[in-house]
T-cell receptor, first 116, second 112 residues
C-alpha cells in the first residue's frame, strides 16, 4: 500500500530564510512517481515537480530545489531565500503501478508561513 | 489556453439532497480525476474517467458517481448528502498515459 508522510504540519519562517519541507513515502512498487504541489489560499493546486523512481538526480528550479533519496524513501523540497508569496500549503504526492490510472496519493500537507 | 475549469464555485445543500459538480479539462487532456479535500487534509482520490468509462476508483461509497462526456468534460454526482461530505472538490485533468495532473480551482460544497 502507498503512504505519504509529511511530518511537519506548520512551518513559520522570516523572509529570506531557507526552508526545507520533508516528505517520506512508502510503496512496494519499483516504478513510481513523486510530486510536489502548492496550494495557495485561493485553493487551486499548482503543480511544481514530478520525479520518477529511476531518476534520483536532484533538481533545481530558481529558488526551489528537490532532493530525492531512494535509500531513505524521501523527497524533500527546499525553498531558498523564502518570500512572502511562498506562503501556502505544500503537498507531496505519490503515484505507483498499483493503479492503472495513476491516481495521486497525497500527504496531509505542510503549511508554510513566510513573514516579512 | 484555458486551464481546468469547475462549476459552481460554491454550493450549499442540506442533508439528504443530491448535488452535481462539473469540470472541463485542460485543452488536449482526455483523462479527468476527482478528489475530495476535507478541511486541513490532503486531497483524497474519488475516481478517474477515461474514454467515458470509470477507469479507477478510490475508497468512496456508491453515493459518489460520475460521468464523462464525449468532449471529455465530466460530472461528479453525490446522492443522499451527509454532513461529512462538506469539502473542497477538486477536478484534475491529464493527457493520455501521462500522470502529471493539472487541477482546477475546486468547488466548495457545504452540507447543512
Amino acid at each position: 500500500a502507498q503512504k505519504v508522510t509529511q511530518a511537519q504540519t506548520e512551518i513559520s519562517v522570516v523572509e529570506k530564510e531557507d526552508v526545507t519541507l520533508d516528505c517520506v513515502y512508502e510503496t512496494r512498487d519499483t516504478t513510481y512517481y513523486l510530486f510536489w504541489y502548492k496550494q495557495p489560499p485561493s485553493g487551486e493546486l499548482v503543480f511544481l515537480i514530478r520525479r520518477n523512481s529511476f531518476d534520483e538526480q536532484n533538481e533545481i528550479s530558481g529558488r526551489y530545489s528537490w532532493n530525492f533519496q531512494k535509500s531513505t524513501s524521501s523527497f524533500n523540497f527546499t525553498i531558498t531565500a523564502s518570500q512572502v508569496v511562498d506562503s501556502a500549503v505544500y503537498f507531496c504526492a505519490l503515484s505507483d503501478n498499483s493503479n492503472s490510472g495513476y491516481a495521486l496519493n497525497f500527504g496531509k500537507g505542510t503549511s508554510l508561513l513566510v513573514t516579512p | 489556453d484555458a486551464g481546468v475549469t469547475q462549476s459552481p464555485t460554491h454550493l450549499i445543500k442540506t442533508r439528504g439532497q443530491q448535488v452535481t459538480l462539473r469540470c472541463s479539462p485542460k485543452s488536449g487532456h482526455d483523462t479527468v480525476s476527482w478528489y475530495q479535500q476535507a478541511l486541513g487534509q490532503g486531497p483524497q482520490f474519488i475516481f478517474q474517467y477515461y474514454e467515458e468509462e470509470e477507469r479507477q476508483r478510490g475508497n468512496f461509497p456508491d453515493r459518489f458517481s460520475g460521468h464523462q462526456f464525449p468532449n471529455y468534460s465530466s460530472e461528479l454526482n453525490v446522492n443522499a448528502l451527509l454532513l461529512g461530505d462538506s469539502a473542497l472538490y477538486l477536478c484534475a485533468s491529464s493527457p493520455t498515459g501521462y500522470n502529471e495532473q493539472f487541477f482546477g480551482p475546486g468547488t466548495r460544497l457545504t452540507v447543512l
